[in-house]
C-alpha cells in the first residue's frame, strides 16, 4: 500500500484508536509523517508513493507522534526500523 492511499481509518487500526476523539490530532501528525519521509529522503511525492516499505515507517511515525507527545524523551533515538527504511530511499545523504 502506498502512503497516498493510507486512510485515517489505517492508521487508527494500526495505533489501536477505536474512537474518533484524536481524529484531527491524527490528520495533523499524518501531514507532519508525510513532511519528514519527504524531507529526509528526498524523494518526490511520486517516488515516495512507488515504495510500499516507506509507509511502514510512515504509520510506524505517527504511531510515534500519538504515543509520545511530551517535550522531552528518556531515549531520543530514532525507531531502528523507520531509520533504515528511511535511509534505503535517502538521496539526501552525503558520501
Do not use: W
Amino acid at each position: 500500500m502506498a502512503i497516498k492511499d493510507v486512510t485515517l481509518e489505517n492508521v487508527k487500526d494500526f495505533c489501536g484508536i477505536s474512537d474518533d476523539a484524536s481524529d484531527a490530532l491524527l490528520t495533523g501528525f499524518q501531514a507532519a509523517a508525510y513532511n519528514l519521509v519527504k524531507s529526509y529522503t528526498g524523494l518526490s511525492d511520486y517516488e515516495i508513493n512507488s515504495y510500499d516499505d516507506l509507509t511502514t515507517a510512515y504509520l510506524v511515525l505517527i504511531n510515534d507522534m500519538y504515543n509520545n507527545r511530551d517535550y522531552t524523551t528518556a531515549n531520543a533515538k530514532i525507531n531502528p526500523l523507520v531509520a533504515t527504511i528511511l535511509s534505503l530511499h535517502s538521496g539526501n545523504l552525503v558520501g
